[in-house]
């Protein structure tokens, strides 16, 4: 199963990937995103959100 994560110190809190793949990433109180817990980072929206990242904040991994 793919894994996803985000580099919080990288992460500019533009909620892009919230709004492509709103079932992986959410913001958080920190106005950063977050992976949901125990999401499907396998989905086509999560490589998505990850090639549009403006910081390269998130990666996802096979």
Known sequence: M???SVDKDLCI???LCTQI??????????DKAEV???????????KEAE???????IKVEA
Not at 21 to 30: A, E, L, T, W
Not at 36 to 46: E, F, T
């Open 51 to 57: 090639e549009s990242c403006p910081s390269s904040a």
């Open 21 to 30: 793949c709103p079932s992986v990433f959410v913001m958080g109180n920190d």
């Open 36 to 46: 949901v817990p125990g999401a499907d980072a396998s989905q086509p929206c999560a």
């Open 13 to 15: 809190g533009c909620s």
């Open 2 to 4: 793919a894994q996803v």
